[in-house]
């Protein structure tokens, strides 16, 4: 039965499918704006409050580390960070097309002679698709290298909670950063709390969820495993996945936002130059990594990936 809210809020879902993508964008982009100030200032009268000025002289913003965690970033570090944000971007691309072209350049047959063979005659896949799927390998390979030697060196102090006041931390350095007064941390020494739970949170929940999510999707799970895929159906895995995506979208804005915005060179060389000196070599180096992922970018169409794909399997239209 139709009621009057109802029909108020149809007739503004109508309003807002009439507007071009443009006015949609410039109300989204109005709208986030707003929503931002008023945050902006919510968080600067929270910390004029002697309360809160007690409790972030409590909890400055971050906590203390184990004594053996390390110091600095090495610089295998900064080669799989450069690998993984270089997979990532390309994933999220070929993941976009996989989801919104509807009628492929080219399709895909793995060729069943190689290395693996199935008994049953290979999926015929978009070439998108395909892309797809291998930048995921090679990011999970490349994650797998990650964690190994994350445990190993014992960096992954400087990414795991190990003391409960993480929490208070996190809510101060997020407090600090809405309300303009950035955190003065040092992130060659101790990350501060929020940007300790959000590497957390991407590396360890994040990036598992969307390894979990994408494998139930492909042709790779067994289909015959008729009690494993009613504990897990596909439709779970694709409800999950696309937010995931949006996640690391989200992540990588901001991210690369802060790192900018809150020392650029200091926090470039940091990542880039294995090194806490203020001076252009992180700035040059992670220049030069733009201009290698603009490539990769431009690369990734079709008259490209078709010979490369040639080599695994049969293209075809």
């Known amino acids: ?20 993508p443009w006015a949609r964008t410039g109300v989204a982009a109005a709208v986030l704006v707003i929503v931002l100030l008023v945050a902006v200032l919510a968080a600067r009268w929270l910390v004029s409050l002697e309360s809160m000025q007690s409790f972030m002289t409590t909890y400055p913003g971050q906590s203390e580390l184990p004594e053996t965690a390390p110091v600095g970033i090495p610089a295998w570090l900064g080669w799989q960070h450069f690998l993984n944000m270089f997979f990532i971007i390309l994933i ?4 976009w097309q996989v989801r919104t072209t509807k009628r492929p350049p080219a399709h895909w047959v793995r060729n069943n002679k190689g290395l693996i063979k199935t008994k049953n005659a290979p999926t015929k896949i978009s070439l998108d698709l395909w892309f ?24 992954w102090m400087r990414i795991v909670p190990t003391s409960w006041d993480v929490f208070p931390n996190a809510i101060s350095a ?27 949170i991407t590396v360890f929940i994040a990036a598992p969820l969307a390894i979990i999510t994408g494998l139930r999707m492909s042709g790779a799970w067994p289909k015959n495993a008729n009690t494993l895929n009613r504990i897990y159906p596909i439709q779970a895995a694709r409800a999950l996945h696309f937010p995931v995506m949006i996640y ?10 802060l790192v900018l915005a809150t020392g650029a060179l ?12 203020v001076n252009w070599w992180g700035f040059g180096i992670f220049a030069l990594s733009l201009v290698v992922m603009a490539g990769a970018w431009f690369l990734a169409s079709p008259l490209f990936l078709r010979p490369i794909a040639s080599l695994m399997g049969k293209v075809t239209k």
């Open 248 to 257: 690391f979208v989200f992540f990588i804005v901001v991210h690369v936002t």
């Open 266 to 277: 200091r926090n470039l060389n940091h990542m880039y130059a294995s090194s806490d000196a």
């Open 1 to 20: 039965m139709s009621t009057p809210l109802n029909k108020q809020a149809a007739g503004i879902g109508a309003r807002w499918k009439a507007l071009g």
């Open 174 to 200: 997020g407090l600090q950063y809405l309300s303009l007064d950035w955190p003065t941390d040092n992130g060659w020494v101790n990350y501060n709390g929020l940007q300790l739970l959000t590497y957390f």
């Open 132 to 155: 797809h799927l291998s930048l995921d390998a090679l990011w999970v390979l490349n994650g797998a290298i990650f964690i190994v030697v994350l445990f190993f060196t014992g960096q």
């Open 92 to 95: 999220i691309r070929s993941g």
